[in-house]
């Protein structure tokens, strides 16, 4: 414990991020209600990516200043992990509509179950999942699914090993082995890479082959929206691990010293875990 | 110590003359406001903010108020009604209650537990910062074409998807934003509170205030990334097509609210928690006598939180839930009495055999507990589903709520204004205008939201700009209630001006029974204060020590 | 202090007393109470409703008699000093095991009541309620009777150029009537957003739910007239969809379902001759003002963005947009909140409230629309 607080002076980038974020909010705001904005909008999205790095360079600087003591390093920490869990909040509210979804409302529209006198209004609906036909015809589901076994199967197996190559990479790091470090690192973001690439396939294939879109009732719904946020997740991720290589191949971090790499591998390895439920839950199952 | 006037945050001249003590950089002028990473002074925008947005919220409450003085359209029509109702209930909600939550906590968590600053000082001018925006984004919703948002605080789809003014995505970013505020406002407040504490001091020897705001910030962290799923699921079915709260497309309505409410309910426990901590810290002080039961405060505390989150669905009783999912909720939610009954007893032990004086945070915290306690009850009995089919949306409701929130939660934060009032500014608050602050509060929430309770049970629906005449009693003496209350209010900003200006100077510990590490420091309070880690000795039998 | 502080809480106590309760009650509630109701479940959740409340009076009488006695007993200015006790093992136990005694008696009851307001079995007649925005529409499920139920307070009343009647708010056009004495099942969905039908002396409150539907039932015994209103936020006029049903006994009962498929089918003839000009647009204009005017306002002039006006711009006066005219009406226009009226109006009405809406206002198109086409139109759907 020390005996004397750390405490960072101010700085400009929180208001100049509260202005990008804002100009941000107001560009999409007004393209969705009022069809114009997208200059400001992108704008927004410029100064996020600008924002970003600026303030996290001045934090690396300072970090590699020596300003920051053990308790500054704490903080960190903590505010990562409870900044994880609230990203994992965000994906169980898409989870728990996915579950509500598919155990009550699809059974009750289809006659099942204590609502199942909603039927009524649906005579022609039967429930299933895939749901491939809507309740409303005119809506009108997927004409086919992807099959799960198929670039799913291959997106988790890479994944996966991804978990695992920058696991090892993180080791590499301990044991202060710049160059094995660099190489599974290097591989980790290949391996994201190629599943995001994959997963672009599988989007185009979706949407124009398998009539397989947002409008494709609550099946494409639920389908882009769990799958479309983590896709966001994981190219945030990989965003910051390309930082992470960078900064390691300038020779930043030690071999006990390297939060920012530590904290980067955690978010990774969430973006995996809500993956396996994905798979499970929006492909398998 | 420093000269009176010198580093006190809320001094109009600070930045003017003495610069000795802050940081060569400190930028002067407005700027300094917008740059700050200071605990007090980020704080004391969280409150200025908060205070700003009561009145905005307050005057919508009071167009709501002329409205219903009498049976009949008078002054606004229907559709600007629905927005005064919405907008009323947003701001005070996220715009008011929470934010003067989180400036108290700014401003005190770090004191009280010996420490220099949040422990995130950048992202806390961040989190700050982010509100103006949010607020001005939601207030400007309502000089756009088709207007602001019209469906209620709750929103519910499709009334607030497909049916739903063009602003309504406007709405939804500033939601996201305040979201973002609060998260990383939530995640610096536990940051600080578990990394941050004075060698010494354990979890189990931190003052209630730092323990309920502790709790409120997992809440927090738990919650808004749920709202802000909803919200973004909103999004997409007004604008791309998809179908969440759609049965044609296999969606339903009232998922929407399963979302909401799983949000929602563990919202309204953030909007009183820290509220229980305030006069948890206020009752003992001022009845010289320790607090009855600090660990058992403690576990019911948690205990709300946790049952915090299984109760949601008491909001939908009517929305056709299964029999057995409506008798699970009805069963949790009336747990929720016993924790909370923890409470209320432990204060009231407190006063037992104590030594009780009436200063004002003092008479706030009463009337807190006897009017927090009385809408406690209602909310009992709201839990009773079959009687609740009777209650649902009708005034009963709006009364019960204004009872915890308003004499509940917000008269915590005022208590809680007048209780530190001292270590902010170097002054008392005057205790004459205080009490008359207090006793024409009183008087005007009990007439605006008691007679609520006769009207709702009589068959009133809420949310409505014109009613049958056998309600026009009633809702005359609310709306008469409703004003006294609300220009009240402006006694306090009378009194915080001349607090501020001068008055009567506070020593250190500006009250005898106060106890904890804050009174430690002087009042004012130094821009900086626990530079170094201060001494912690826990009292001998602190149940920690066990 | 002390003093002022029990005067000020007995005065408010005592307050409503003031405020003399006035203008008949629109249902069995004393003014302040809840109503006892008129069938065995609203009596049974009145009950329980005064069971929980009493309950939760004796509770605060109990909790701030002693806070009020330790405040006065113990202040400061009395020379009272403070005791240094702050844990009592058993007083906290007991103060967590009686409240847990008191909600369970509470749920006991309440797990009773609610079973069998949850028993819709056995129902002798089905009504499918629809909400819409802002009316109620009943269909009898088998018996081949279905109407619209509208407010039917004057707007003089509500912007205060009349008197106001003693139902002001709470009539309608269309009562919903039931037999007393018979179990009646309630099916309520909606066409648009969430509303939810409420009728206090009937203790039934359920909301109704675009694409799904809820059941209630009841059984009334006494023949009146029950009112009440939508208790769901659905828009603009959510204060203005009220509830009435009516009672009565079995023969009339009978008659009356008689007397609508009556009405009915002399409705439906209407398309079987041909309509002039002007008996269009008398019709046209009662039908516009019941079912058209809250959105798009009396004089046509809407409340844009969402609800267009129709007065001098648009369809309504593009002599080619006749048939998208009649389109929108009959079939609505998803995405927005404009209904299909094709399914719940008739020929006649639509033909002449379509009729209306291309030559009220000025608008002069000097287009009219017969019922028959409509029908034709319906027909070959
Ligand atoms: C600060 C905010 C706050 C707090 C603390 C509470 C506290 C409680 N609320 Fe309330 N509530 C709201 C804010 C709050 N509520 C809001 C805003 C709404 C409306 C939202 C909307 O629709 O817009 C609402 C609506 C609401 C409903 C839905 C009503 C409806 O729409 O039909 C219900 C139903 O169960 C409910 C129940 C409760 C209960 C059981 C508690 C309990 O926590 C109360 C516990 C306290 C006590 C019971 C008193 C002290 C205890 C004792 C003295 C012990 C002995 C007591 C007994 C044994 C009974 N609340
Ligand atoms: C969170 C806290 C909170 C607070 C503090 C209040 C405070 C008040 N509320 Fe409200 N209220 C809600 C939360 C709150 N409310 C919510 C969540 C809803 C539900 C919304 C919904 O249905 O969606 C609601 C709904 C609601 C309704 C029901 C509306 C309806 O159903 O249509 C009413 C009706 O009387 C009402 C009244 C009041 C009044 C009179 C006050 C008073 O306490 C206000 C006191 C007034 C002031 C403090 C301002 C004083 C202003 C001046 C003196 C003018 C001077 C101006 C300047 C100097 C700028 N509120
Ligand atoms: Cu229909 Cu409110
Ligand atoms: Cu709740």
Not at chain 1, 78 to 92: K, L, R, T
Not at chain 2, 51 to 80: H, K
Not at chain 3, 287 to 293: R, S
Request: hydrophobic share 50%.
């Amino acid at each position: 414990m020390s005996s004397q607080y750390y405490v960072p002076p101010t700085s400009k980038w929180p208001i100049i991020a509260v202005a990008v974020l804002g100009l941000t909010a107001v560009g999409a705001g007004s393209l969705m209600s009022y069809g114009s904005g997208l200059p400001f909008l992108l704008a927004g999205v410029v100064g996020i990516a600008l924002v970003m790095y600026g303030w996290f360079r001045d934090v690396v600087n300072e970090s590699m200043g020596g300003l920051y003591d053990a308790q500054m390093d704490r903080s960190f920490r903590q505010g990562m992990g409870w900044f994880i869990f609230s990203e994992v909040m965000f994906f169980a509210a898409f989870f728990g509509a996915l579950f509500y979804i598919r155990v009550f409302a699809l059974p009750w529209l289809d006659g099942q179950g204590a609502k199942g006198i909603t039927a009524l209004l649906w005579p022609d609906f039967t429930a299933s999942w895939p749901l491939m036909n809507t309740p409303d015809p005119s809506i009108g589901g997927p004409n086919a699914v992807i099959n799960p076994w198929t670039l799913p199967l291959i997106n988790t197996l890479l994944l996966v090993s991804s978990s695992v190559t920058l696991t090892i990479a993180h080791h590499a790091l301990k044991e202060d082995n710049r160059p094995k470090l660099t190489r599974w690192l290097i591989v980790t973001l290949v391996l994201g890479f190629v599943f995001l690439v994959i997963q672009g396939i599988e989007y185009v294939e979706a949407w124009t082959q398998l009539g397989l879109t947002l409008q494709a009732g609550i099946y494409g719904s639920t389908f882009f929206l769990l799958t479309g946020f983590h896709g966001v997740h994981v190219t945030i991720g990989a965003i910051v691990l390309l930082v992470m290589l960078l900064r390691v191949r300038r020779g930043h971090f030690s071999a006990n010293q390297h939060f920012a790499f530590e904290a980067g591998a955690w978010y990774w390895h969430f973006v995996d875990v809500v993956w396996i439920g994905l798979f499970l839950f929006v492909y398998v199952f | 110590m420093a000269s009176e006037s010198t580093h006190a945050v809320l001094q109009p001249n600070v930045g003017t003359a003495e610069h000795g003590h802050h940081p060569a950089q400190m930028p002067t002028g407005i700027m300094r406001w917008v740059l700050t990473t200071n605990h007090k002074e980020i704080g004391s925008l969280y409150l200025l903010f908060s205070l700003l947005m009561l009145f905005v919220g307050g005057s919508m409450a009071l167009v709501i108020r002329a409205e219903l003085f009498q049976p009949g359209l008078q002054y606004v029509q229907p559709e600007f009604f629905n927005q005064m109702t919405t907008m009323h209930g947003l701001i005070m909600v996220f715009g008011a209650i929470m934010p003067a939550f989180v400036g108290l906590a700014n401003w005190m968590i770090p004191m009280q537990i010996g420490a220099p600053d949040m422990a995130l000082p950048r992202l806390n001018n961040f989190s700050f910062w982010l509100l103006p925006v949010a607020f001005g984004i939601l207030l400007s919703t309502l000089l756009m074409e088709g207007g602001g948002p019209n469906f209620g605080w709750t929103f519910y789809a499709p009334l607030s998807t497909t049916y739903a003014p063009p602003s309504t995505s406007f709405f939804i970013m500033s939601i996201h934003l305040a979201g973002i505020s609060s998260i990383l406002g939530a995640i610096n407040i536990i940051a600080t509170i578990l990394n941050l504490r004075t060698p010494g001091m354990r979890l189990m020897d931190m003052s209630l205030f730092v323990w309920t705001w502790l709790i409120t910030a997992f809440l927090l962290i738990a919650v808004m990334p749920v709202l802000a799923g909803v919200v973004t699921m909103m999004l997409l079915d007004i604008n791309f097509g998809t179908s969440f709260f759609d049965a044609a497309g296999g969606g339903d309505p009232v998922l929407f609210q399963h979302l909401f409410w799983f949000f929602g309910h563990p919202e309204v426990y953030i909007m009183i928690l820290p509220a229980f901590g305030i006069v948890s810290l206020i009752v003992p002080t001022f009845a010289r006598k320790r607090l009855f039961g600090y660990a058992s405060m403690v576990y019911a505390t948690a205990s709300i939180a946790l049952l915090s989150f299984v109760v949601w669905a008491h909001h939908m009783f009517t929305v056709g839930l299964p029999l057995t999912a409506e008798l699970f909720f009805m069963y949790s939610t009336m747990l929720i009495a016993v924790p909370t009954g923890v409470k209320v007893f432990n204060w009231i032990a407190t006063l037992f055999r104590g030594s009780i004086s009436f200063e004002v945070p003092m008479l706030f915290a009463l009337g807190f507990i006897v009017m927090f306690t009385i809408g406690g009850l209602s909310g009992v009995m709201l839990a009773i589903v079959p009687a609740d089919f009777q209650y649902h949306d009708t005034y009963f409701v709006v009364a019960h709520f204004h009872y915890v929130l308003v004499p509940g939660a917000l008269f915590a934060i005022l208590a809680g204004a007048y209780y530190w009032m001292p270590k902010w500014t170097g002054h008392y608050a005057d205790e004459t205008l205080g009490r008359w602050h207090f006793w024409l509060s009183v008087i005007g929430v009990n007439l605006t939201f008691f007679p609520m309770h006769f009207s709702g049970l009589a068959g009133m629906p809420r949310r409505i700009p014109d009613y049958a005449l056998q309600f026009a009693d009633f809702n005359m003496i609310s709306s008469i209630g409703g004003f006294l209350f609300g220009f009240s209010q402006l006694i306090f900003v009378w009194v915080l001006v001349k607090a501020i200006r001068g008055g009567e100077k506070a020593p250190a510990k500006a009250w005898e029974g106060a106890e904890g590490l804050e009174w430690t420091v002087p009042c004012p309070a130094p821009i900086h204060t626990f530079e170094t880690p201060p001494k912690f000795v826990p009292e001998v039998d602190s149940p920690s020590r066990h | 202090m002390i003093r002022l502080t029990i005067a000020a809480f007995l005065g408010f106590a005592l307050l409503p007393l003031i405020g003399n309760v006035h203008a008949s009650s629109i249902n069995t509630s004393s003014g302040w109470n809840m109503p006892m109701g008129v069938t065995d479940i609203s009596q049974e959740v009145f009950h329980l409703h005064m069971t929980i409340l009493w309950i939760c009076i004796a509770i605060a009488v109990i909790v701030f008699g002693v806070m009020f006695w330790s405040l006065f007993k113990y202040r400061r200015t009395q020379g009272a000093k403070s005791a240094h006790f702050h844990e009592n093992t058993f007083v906290e136990v007991m103060w967590t095991a009686i409240p847990m005694v008191i909600l369970v008696v509470m749920a006991i009851p309440a797990t009773a009541t609610l079973k069998k307001m949850y028993d819709t079995s056995n129902a002798d007649i089905d009504i499918l309620v629809t909400g819409y925005q802002w009316r109620w529409r009943y269909e009898y499920l088998g018996e081949d009777v279905s109407f619209f139920s509208n407010l039917s307070t004057p707007r003089e009343q509500i912007y205060g150029q009349e008197e106001r009647g003693d139902f002001y708010l709470v009539e309608v056009d269309e009562p919903m009537v039931v037999p007393v004495g018979r179990k009646i099942r309630l099916l309520l969905t909606a066409n648009d957003v969430i509303h939810s039908w409420w009728v206090p002396d009937l203790a039934v409150k359920k909301d109704a739910i675009p694409g799904f539907i809820n059941e209630s039932w009841t059984r009334i015994d006494e023949p009146g007239v029950y009112r009440g209103q939508c208790a769901e936020l659905c828009g603009r006029d959510h204060g203005f969809m009220p509830i009435e049903v009516k009672a009565v006994s079995e023969e009339e009962y009978v008659a009356w379902l008689a007397s609508k498929r009556e009405a009915a089918i002399t409705e439906a003839q209407g398309a079987d001759r041909e309509w002039a000009l002007g008996e269009l647009m008398e019709r046209g204009e009662g039908t516009y003002n019941t079912y058209c005017a809250a959105c798009h306002q009396p004089d046509g002039k809407g409340l844009p963005p969402i609800f267009p006006a129709l007065a001098g711009t648009g369809i309504s006066i593009d002599p080619s947009a006749r048939q998208a005219h009649i389109d929108i009406v009959l079939y609505g226009k998803t995405g927005t909140p404009m209904p299909a009226f094709g399914t719940t109006l008739s020929p006649a009405e639509l033909a002449a409230v379509i009729t209306y809406e291309r030559n009220a206002w000025g608008n002069n198109t000097a287009d009219s629309v017969q019922p028959a086409e409509i029908r034709d139109l319906l027909g070959s759907q």
